[in-house]
C-alpha cells in the first residue's frame, strides 16, 4: 500500500501563486512515475503534470507555461509549483502515484485550491 497525503491547497488572488505538497509513505520502494491531477464539481479528473523517478516531466498543453512539477526522493514528496493563478485553476488538486510491482495507481484525498478576489 501506499499512502499520499496532499497539502498547500487554500484561497489565493488571481495572478497569485502556490506550491502544493504530497508526501507519500508505506510502500514507496516500488513508486514509479507521479502526476498531480485536477477535478472540478461535475467534471472529469484531468492530468495537470507528471513526473518519472528519473525525472522526466509532462505537462497540459495549456497549462506548462505555468505550473512546474518536481519531486523530492529523499523526502518522498512530490510538488506542483502553480504561477500566474487565474478562475479557472479553481478546482481539487490530487497527487497521484504508480506502483510498478503491482501496477496500482494510489491517490491522495485531493486538497481544495480556489482562486479569487
Known amino acids: 500500500q501506499v499512502q499520499l497525503v496532499e497539502s498547500g491547497g487554500g484561497l489565493v488572488q488571481p495572478g497569485g501563486s502556490l506550491r502544493l505538497s504530497c508526501v507519500a509513505s508505506g510502500n514507496i520502494e516500488s513508486i514509479g512515475a507521479m502526476a498531480w491531477y485536477r477535478q472540478v464539481p461535475g467534471g472529469s479528473r484531468d492530468l495537470v503534470a507528471s513526473?518519472?523517478?528519473?525525472?522526466?516531466?509532462d505537462y497540459d498543453g495549456t497549462l506548462k507555461d505555468r505550473v512546474t512539477i518536481s519531486r523530492d526522493d529523499v523526502k518522498h514528496t512530490l510538488y506542483l509549483q502553480l504561477n500566474s493563478t487565474k478562475p479557472d485553476d479553481t478546482a481539487v488538486y490530487y497527487c497521484?502515484?504508480?506502483?510498478?510491482?503491482?501496477?496500482?495507481?494510489?491517490w491522495g484525498q485531493g486538497t481544495q485550491v480556489t482562486v479569487s478576489s
Open positions: 513526473i518519472t523517478n528519473r525525472g522526466t516531466r
Open positions: 497521484s502515484a504508480f506502483n510498478f510491482r503491482t501496477l496500482r495507481r494510489y
